[in-house]
């Protein structure tokens, strides 16, 4: 069965420090992927970053990248010179079944940046 | 997310009532699905949609009947409320996914409906 592990039920990062997210993973698919969501206070679901299981390289989209280590099952999330904005629930995620969009998400870890 | 629009955002529900969550999507995307979202605990997939015409149960379908009459729509009824089903509903939607590739496709969330059963 597949499962989403987030181990870090909250983190703090001084502002414009980097941090890291952890997640892992377990999954009999060959072919999958991996998202992380953003999720303010608001209450959306806000999309941040994707990584394909045979994409080789980490994926990268502006000061979020995913840490893929696939031999470990991890896929953390690393983000770059925090702000202020960037405190929130983040989700990790991962599509099964095949190509669909039927995602099981982590618990989630709650980031609180500091001034 | 101007793209997935659902409707209402907020509705308190007595035991028993029915309901309907409208969900909407612009961007002629196949696969839709429905998702709650309870204290702390990641999102739960209820239902979902490959197509019109197409629907299949998630992890926890019980309770919540969905119909897929057109690639835009992708309704969620409760039939019979229940305290158990108060929580916050997400509906989504994307393209076909190249599972394993980097399409760039992603799956767009709607903003969410909280649902209050009492």
């Known amino acids: 069965a597949q499962k989403i592990t987030q181990t870090q039920p909250g983190m703090f990062v001084q502002e414009k420090e980097a941090v890291t997210l952890d997640c892992t993973y377990d999954?009999?698919?060959?072919?999958?992927?991996l998202f992380w969501y953003k999720q303010p206070s608001s209450g959306e679901m806000i999309f941040l970053i994707y990584?394909?299981?045979?994409?080789?390289q980490n994926a990268t989209e502006g000061r979020y990248s995913l840490n893929f280590q696939k031999a470990r099952k991890s896929a953390n999330l690393v983000i770059s010179a925090s702000q202020l904005g960037d405190s929130a629930m983040y989700f990790c995620a991962m599509n099964y079944g095949g190509a669909t969009n039927k995602l099981i998400f982590g618990t989630g870890t709650l980031l609180a940046v500091q001034p | 997310n101007a793209g997935v629009t659902q409707t209402p955002k907020f509705q308190v529900l007595k035991t028993g009532q029915s309901m309907t969550l409208q969900c909407a999507q612009d961007?002629?995307?196949?696969?839709m699905s429905w998702y709650r979202q309870d204290p702390g605990m990641g999102l739960r997939l209820i239902h979902y949609?490959?197509?019109?015409?197409?629907?299949d149960q998630g992890e926890v379908p019980n309770g919540y009947n969905v119909s897929r009459s057109t690639t835009e729509d992708f309704p969620l009824r409760l039939l019979s409320a229940a305290p158990s089903q108060t929580s916050v509903y997400f509906c989504?939607?994307?393209?076909?996914?190249?599972?394993?590739?980097?399409?760039?496709?992603?799956?767009?969330f709607g903003e969410g409906s909280w649902l209050t059963v009492v």
């Open positions: 999954t009999s698919d060959q072919s999958y992927g």
């Open positions: 961007m002629n995307h196949e696969y």
């Open positions: 949609s490959v197509g019109a015409g197409i629907t």
């Open positions: 989504a939607s994307s393209y076909s996914i190249l599972t394993g590739m980097h399409s760039g496709n992603t799956i767009y």
């Open positions: 990584q394909g299981s045979y994409d080789e």
